[in-house]
């Protein structure tokens, strides 16, 4: 599934460097009227221009990106194909979107139509096509990962 070793260096300087925003769940506490509470979600700050780099319905990268931001798109794809191998072919993550090395909001995907714990944007229709829809990229071949199709 996954080569151990050495990666090639070439193929090593191009993994970008990436992490998902600081997020905190708020929730405020009103003495007053204890049922009706109000719980938040707040996320650090992301600036400069955001980029959508794959969808949630989609196993490849958005079309519309330049160089860096096409690289970026690969190297998410590459990070699906991981995820989808090492849970078993259970589960991934999509909806990659953000700004510089900041990412935010992922969509959890999983082939389950009868228990949706991740929401509306959980495309089982998308996870049913990746197998034959993911397009190996010299990331995916650097690390040794086999073939889906």
């Known amino acids: ?4 070793g050495k990666v090639r ?3 090593e300087k191009l993994v970008p460097r990436l992490r998902l925003v600081r997020a905190s ?3 405020p506490v009103d003495i007053d009227d ?8 707040i996320e650090e700050r992301i ?6 780099y794959i969808n949630n319905n989609s196993a490849v ?3 519309i990106l330049d160089s860096k931001e096409a690289e970026i798109g690969l190297f998410l794809c590459f990070v699906q194909h991981i995820q989808y191998r090492l849970s078993n072919e259970m589960v991934y993550l999509s909806d990659f ?6 990412l935010t909001d992922c969509q959890v995907i999983t082939g389950s139509d009868f228990v949706n714990n991740f929401g509306d944007g959980n495309c089982t229709a998308a ?17 040794g990962l086999q073939a889906l199709s």
């Not at 996870?127 to 690390?143: D, I, P």
């Open 1 to 4: 599934m996954l080569k151990t």
């Open 61 to 63: 990268p958005a079309r």
């Open 25 to 27: 769940l708020v929730i």
């Open 97 to 102: 979107q953000g700004s510089g090395d900041l």
């Open 127 to 143: 996870f049913k096509n990746f197998r034959s829809e993911h397009q190996c990229n010299q990331f995916c071949r650097a690390f």
């Open 47 to 52: 600036s400069g221009t955001f980029v959508k």
């Open 9 to 11: 260096k070439d193929v």
């Open 34 to 41: 204890s049922d009706s509470r109000a719980n938040y979600l």
